[in-house]
Structure formats: C-alpha cells, structure tokens
C-alpha cells in the first residue's frame, strides 16, 4: 500500500505501519487529503504491485547506512528525494544500539521494517483498503497529525468476502451504538475524563450479573474475597517491579505532603508529636497484585495454609494513548475479574487446570465455541534481559504449565519469546458469534514478583519456600466482557443477564391490580420485572418493549385474569402461548437460577 501511495504522491512521508487485528494501516503525512474517493487509485496500484509478483527482500543494513539513506529521503521512497524521510530518522533514533537494523524492498520501494513479510507480493490474493482517519505522530497530541490509512488482506478471494460481510455484521452489532441504543454506558470526556465508562443503570446491571457469576463460581472452587484500595505508595510499585518499567501506563504519582503522626505511632513516639512533614508519592493502582502480595504477607503462612486464593473485582487505572481509546474496548478505568493464587509447586497442576475449567464452564454459559489459549514461553537467548535470570525456574514452571494444557485437551498454541518477564503467560482469544475475535484475558505464572514482596511459606520440612502465584482473569474486564457480549448477543441477552428481564402488559385498567401482583412477586425474588400501562394501544406498548429488549413481555387482559394465566411472549422469538401465572414464574426463576443461554 505505501508503495501504491509513494508511487502516486512522491512526498509522502510515512511513519509507523504496523499489523493490527483487522489487518494493517499506516501512517502517513501528505499535503494531499486522502479520502475514500482516493481508494480505487491506490487499490490500481496495488493490484499492479501483486500482479508484477515482487519479491519482498530483506536487507540487514548499519545504522549509519540506514541514517544516511533517511537523510536522502530512500526510506518509505521509489527514489531518493529531496527532503529527509523524518520520521524514519525520528523512529532509528529509537532503535536500541543491540538491535539490528532491517530494511524491507519490493522493486524500487524501500522501507525501515523490522519484518516479517509475505515472501512475494503475488502471495496476497485479495486485500481492501478500509477506511482513513486522522492520528498524531506516536499517538502523542504535541506531535503532528497524520493520515492513517487502513487496509487488510487475505489468501483468497472468499476470505475477504466472509471477513466484509463479518464487518458489516458486527458493525450493526458495534457495542457503542447498542450501548447507546439501550443506555448501558455513557463516556464524559469533559467532566469524567476520556476512557472511563460510567455505567448506567441497566449497565450496571450486567456488572453486577457478572460479578454473582464470579462470586458464586469462586466460592464454590474455594476462593477468598478481599477488598483492597486503589492506590498505593511508591514503595509498593518499585518492589513490585512496575516502577519505572511500567511507568508509562501508570497514571503519573500524587504527591502528598504528610506531617505529624504516622498511624500507629504514640504521639510521644521517640521522634516526637511533630515530626517533620514528609512528602510521599501515591500511585493509582494499574494492577491489583501488589496489594494482594501485601494480603498474603500480613501473616505468616505454612504449607497447610496453601493454596491461598485471594479474589477481587479490582478497579484499576491505566494511562493508555487517548488515541488508543475505543469505547469499552480500551479504557483508562478497568474492573478486573482477578485473583491470586498463592500454592506450592506440588499444588501447581491441580490449581492451573481448575483456572482452565472455569474458563470453560464460563464459555459454555456464554455460547463461546471457539476459543484459544496462546502459551507464551520465554527465549532463553534473553534471559537477565527481556525475563528474569532463572533458567531452571523457567524450564520447570513452563513444562508444568504445558503438561496440564496437553493432559486437559484444552486447545492451546505455544508462542515462544513472548513471555511475561517473570513467567509464563496464557492469553485467551475468544470469538464472538459472528466470528470476530477478542482477546479476553491473560493468565500468567508468576515466580519472580512472591520473592521481591519476600513472600514466603513454611513448608513440611520446616524451611521457608518461595510461594508460585497464578494471576488469572477468566471473565477479564467488566468494560472488555461486556463490550463483547453486547457484540456476541446483538444487545439480545439471555434471560440471567437482560436488563429488563421481563414486563407486565395489562390490556385495560381494569387488569393493573393482576398485573402488579404479578410484577410484585417477581421482584420479590430479584426479578427486574416493570409494569407498563398507558393510553397506548397494546401492540403499540409491545412494539416499544421489544425495541427495549425486554426478555420476557407478560400480556394479561380479563381472561387471563380470570383463569390465573398470562399470554407469554419473548423478545425476538414470538408468541409462545397462554400458560398458568405460576408455571410461567417458575419457569422464570429456574431460567434465571441456571443461567440459560
Ligand atoms: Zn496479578
């Protein structure tokens, strides 16, 4: 595509253009303003490029070599040109010395691109171009704006069709405009800030739904809730290794100056009533392992107190690019369905595979029939680098965790050199109805952070042991889950999670004392059931309660009165007959109690 851009508009300056899950974009700074009109040309060139079938070759070339070829404006180029390609010297700048250099060049294109690439242009057998939109150089509001320009590309023909007819499905079904439609969320970038939903009360309700999920599945597999707040000290994030690796996706620190005593300290502790006001740094939580590390280390623990399982649906913050945000999909304010389990290596196997079961005993419940789990192992070329030095470490705890993946038939891929630095990780894809995919949640084997925190447990033989610690997230943010279920359902939930479960139509006034008896011994067993009556006609007032998604729509006129009956309908599915009021309740609460699809 870049080469089908330079070739039309020789100035073009491009910078970044990386894969994405959709396929590919690039960004690209042009006097030109391309706009979809622009497409069927570069698409020309394109299919000129495959159609020539040039081979895509890869030059390892010296930093002053590839310096000097910028300064000639030869990268992201056909030829050189007369002004420097900026932003490929900006991008050198910040290749580390222990990096090698990389040029890729189909015909007379050149670019800087660490790779890989198709062998040969020809080897694209149909792509599109997608879409245009605006976005600063590395994401950063002080940088200028550039074009990024959107494509994807597949094998076949037939692949690009389903994937087209794909977007336009999850378009209609796109979680914004549902969220919208039905008033789960709203986004207050002028009060709240970019990237923090509020949820709104029948949001709220799909919250909550998913935290009795969490909660009753946890209990029963033996997990301990705890409450943690949601900043802590400096300290705690230098000892767990965030700072300052992982300061760029923190919120920057509050600085808080405190005098006088400490909590805890007599005022006439040793240094005295009025200690000097001390100035301390406050982070908002990015992640809620360090202050369960802080749980565990509140008591000594022995082997009879393994495994330890500390749940909590944390609130945490991460400062992702404000143009990185997308709607619940990435955000700044995220609830985590998390938890740590603290075990001995003996009890390893047993409390992996039982995270592995409850990630497929929450698919089931959702109707999720394609999944992956990707198992990421470290390079043992980059250890003391990229991962902690612990070759040994690595090996066991990466075997255990493939032998439970082989044993339970759970399908998995491996993925070497992409690690977690100090473990294993496993992140779960998950695709949604319509075949498009998420990536719900990470999973990782933590034997590395316990020791810094100085965890430790007794063990049988009267030695203190390092504790293992699996960080999983089998429902993985509230914002990220539902943002996928409101795709996977069209906004249609199930019965368990529908914010308005069900609703009472009388046909005349004269029916409300029936219909309300009905509503009121719903709700008094949890059910969100309402009552509407208005001068409105009944198929009108229907109409509206299916555009409201209401699950369950209950018309009752003077013969359902009289027989204690009511005429059921569910949304989307149509007339299902008049049937006796209580098997209809009881068919409403055994529906919700075991959460059917
Ligand atoms: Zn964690």
Redesign the pocket.
């Known amino acids: 595509m870049a080469a089908a851009i330079a070739k039309l508009w020789p100035d073009a300056q491009f910078a970044a253009g990386p894969p994405v899950d959709t396929g590919f974009y690039y960004d690209v700074d042009l006097q030109h303003r391309i706009t979809p009109e622009d497409f069927p040309a570069i698409e020309e060139e394109m299919k000129k490029i495959i159609k020539a079938n040039l081979p895509f070759e890869r030059l390892v070339v010296t930093r002053a070599q590839a310096i000097e070829d910028a300064r000639r404006g030869r990268l992201g180029a056909l030829s050189d040109r007369p002004v420097p390609s900026k932003f490929k010297l900006d991008i050198l700048e910040g290749i580390p010395d222990t990096e090698p250099i990389s040029y890729y060049k189909s015909g007379d294109f050149i670019d800087l691109c660490a790779g890989p690439h198709v062998m040969r242009t020809g080897n694209i057998g149909a792509f599109k171009l997608t879409g245009v939109a605006s976005a600063y150089y590395k994401g950063d509001a002080n940088n200028p704006q550039l074009q990024r320009i959107y494509g994807t590309a597949f094998k076949t023909r037939k692949e690009l069709d389903d994937w087209l007819k794909m977007q336009e499905e999850a378009k209609k079904r796109d979680h914004r405009k549902i969220g919208a439609e039905m008033g789960l969320y709203i986004i207050d970038p002028e009060f709240v800030g970019p990237g923090m939903p509020l949820w709104l009360p029948k949001g709220a309700v799909l919250v909550e739904e998913l935290e009795k999920l969490a909660r009753e599945t946890e209990f029963a597999a033996g997990y301990k809730r705890v409450r943690t707040p949601h900043i802590a000290k400096e300290k705690m994030y230098k000892t767990s290794g965030h700072l300052p690796y992982y300061a760029e996706s923190m919120f920057p620190p509050m600085e808080l100056i405190e005098g006088g005593t400490a909590e805890g300290q007599s005022p006439d502790a040793e240094h005295g009533a009025q200690s000097a006001a001390q100035s301390e740094r406050y982070y908002l939580k990015a992640?809620?392992?360090p202050h369960h590390h802080r749980i565990y280390a509140a008591e000594p623990r022995s082997y009879r107190d393994l495994p330890l399982r500390l749940a909590e649906y944390g609130c945490c913050y991460r400062y992702e690019q404000s143009g990185e945000l997308f709607g619940l999909m990435r955000v700044r304010s995220l609830n985590m369905n998390?938890a740590?389990i603290y075990c001995t290596p003996e009890q390893f196997a047993d409390e992996f595979n039982a995270v592995n079961e409850m990630y497929l005993k929450y698919f089931k419940i959702f109707g999720i029939e394609k999944y992956v789990m990707r198992f990421s192992t470290h390079d043992p070329a980059r250890l003391g680098e990229k991962y902690v030095n612990e070759p040994e470490l690595w090996k066991q705890t990466e075997e255990m965790v493939r032998q439970v993946l082989q044993a339970s038939g759970i399908n998995y891929v491996e993925v070497p050199n992409e690690a977690a630095f100090y473990g294993p990780k496993i992140d779960v894809q998950i695709w949604s109805v319509i075949g498009r995919e998420f990536t719900l949640a990470t999973n990782q084997v933590d034997f590395a952070v316990p020791k810094r925190f100085g965890l430790t447990y007794r063990d049988r033989d009267n030695t203190e042991k390092t504790p293992l610690c699996i960080?999983r997230a089998p429902l993985g943010t509230h914002e990220r889950m539902i943002g996928f279920l409101i795709e996977h359902y069209a906004g249609n939930f199930p019965l368990w999670l529908a914010p308005d479960q069900v609703r009472v139509l009388p046909v005349t006034e004269a029916q409300i004392p029936y219909a309300k008896s009905i509503v009121d011994e719903l709700r008094a067993q949890m059910v969100r059931a309402d009552l509407e009556f208005s001068n409105d006609k009944l198929p009108g007032r229907i109409q509206r309660a299916e555009q409201d998604r209401v699950h369950h729509i209950l018309v009752v006129g003077q013969r359902e009165q009289q027989s204690e009956t009511v005429s059921v309908r569910i949304h989307g599915k149509g007339q299902q007959g008049v049937k006796p009021r209580a098997e209809v309740v009881a068919d409403i609460l055994a529906a919700i109690r075991e959460r059917r699809m």
């Open positions: 992640m809620n392992c998390d740590h960080h």
